[in-house]
Nanobody, 117 residues
């Protein structure tokens, strides 16, 4: 069984930065894909960023150029560096791990990010 624990959320002013962490425990492969999603009140969950074992990354259009996803495979941890935050970035941010062979997804409990104007 895999457990994901997010941390690093909080309240920040517009233009500020936060760094989220996602610590994975259990049997993890460096080939597993890690993603960050977010969900604002009344809205659907949306993909923020993803990183593969080879370090390939992709981002949602709304965060390109401002957010950076990374991972430390040795520590089974993924990060999301968020810069130039906007009020519309306010949401609960969730970490997701997808097995490299597909079919299985795990989710963290989420961490709240609030950006004040």
């Amino acid at each position: 069984q895999v457990q994901l624990v997010e941390s690093g959320g909080g309240l920040v002013q517009a233009g500020g930065s936060l760094r989220l962490s996602c610590a994975a425990s259990g049997i993890i492969s460096s080939r597993d894909i890690m993603r960050w999603y977010r969900q604002a009140p009344g809205k659907q969950r949306e993909l923020v960023a993803a990183i593969t074992s080879g370090g390939r990354t992709n981002y949602g259009d709304q965060v390109k150029g401002r957010f950076t996803i990374s991972r430390d495979s040795a520590k089974n941890t993924a990060f999301l560096q968020m810069n130039s935050l906007k009020p519309e970035d306010t949401a609960v941010y969730y970490c997701n791990l997808e097995r490299w062979y597909g079919a299985t997804n795990y989710w963290g409990q989420g961490t709240q990010v609030t950006v004040s104007s």
